[in-house]
């Protein structure tokens, strides 16, 4: 566990992504999104928030779409995407702008848990746009998918600055790590990411993922700035990933890092 929150170390606030149902996760998310499907009997959406308290962020705002009544039973403020089941995550993250214009904000998916020494880490980059990246991602991968290259995208960063994700590898190579759903904006790395969405236009709009997204910032000649981290994180995406994770986490035995927090 996280441990005790700390006295605030960065000026950052918190925003979680957590709109989405989670379709892949089956009955799990029947009567209620995937942010609150539980991990030993605790929400994603909770092991999230003590990790980012614990890292010094206390001001944490969590954006809704599919049952969002649900999520407000945690009594943290929200923001609601009201276009949930016509928009992807750069649809919800668009319309939690308002978040945007005080200071930078971590962004988090609702679906992975994560150490607080990687929110930590991101909250150092003085970048107008970060995120962090799992060099030791091929053994999570190895554990999620009988073949990891199946699901990984490409990775690379060169002296702590990204400079190609998303597309489809054709070997291992190509994978420097995985990008995990962490990222960190500035007002104004969040603005200039509002203008490349803008220049797709609506369609375009609705088609674009996150990783797609970060890849043409980079075509525009913003730095991204990669924080490494080695493990110490999970995602969620299907109903026998959470068993795994469970059993693992349960008896203590690591795939790749402590996770004696």
């Given amino acids: 566990m996280p441990g005790t929150p700390q006295q605030p170390t960065t000026d950052a606030t918190a925003l979680i992504l957590a709109a989405g149902r989670g379709s892949r996760l089956g009955s799990h998310t029947d009567e209620r999104p995937k942010g609150m499907v539980e991990l030993l ?3 994603l959406l909770a092991w999230q928030i003590e990790s980012l308290r614990a890292a010094g962020l206390t001001e944490i705002t969590v954006a809704t779409g599919y049952r969002a009544d649900v999520i407000q039973a945690l009594g943290v403020p929200t923001v609601h995407n009201a276009e949930w089941m016509h ?3 750069v649809g919800t993250l668009l319309a939690a702008e308002s978040c945007f214009t005080n200071g930078p904000v971590v962004v988090s998916y609702s679906d992975i848990v994560y150490h607080p020494d990687h929110v930590r880490a991101l909250c150092q980059s003085g970048a107008p746009l970060a995120i962090t990246y799992d060099r030791k991602w091929h053994a999570l991968w190895s554990l999620r998918f009988a073949d990891p290259l199946s699901d990984a995208e490409t990775f690379r960063a060169e002296q702590g600055r990204l400079t190609a994700i998303g597309e489809k590898p054709e070997s291992l190579d190509q994978v420097g790590g995985q990008y ?3 990222l960190r904006f500035t007002p104004a790395g969040f603005a200039r990411v509002r203008e490349v969405v803008d220049a797709a236009g609506a369609d375009g709009r609705r088609r674009l993922d996150m990783t797609t997204l970060l890849r043409r910032v980079l ?3 913003m730095r991204i700035d990669a924080v490494p981290v ?4 999970l995602e969620v995406d299907h109903a026998d990933e959470l068993a795994a994770y469970e059993t693992r986490l349960a008896t203590g035995e690591p795939w790749t890092h402590d996770w004696r927090w």
Avoid: A, I, Q, S
């Fill in 41 to 43: 009997g605790r929400p």
């Fill in 87 to 89: 928009t992807n995550m």
């Fill in 180 to 182: 995990m759903g962490l």
């Fill in 219 to 221: 075509e525009t000649g």
């Fill in 230 to 233: 080695d493990g110490r994180w």
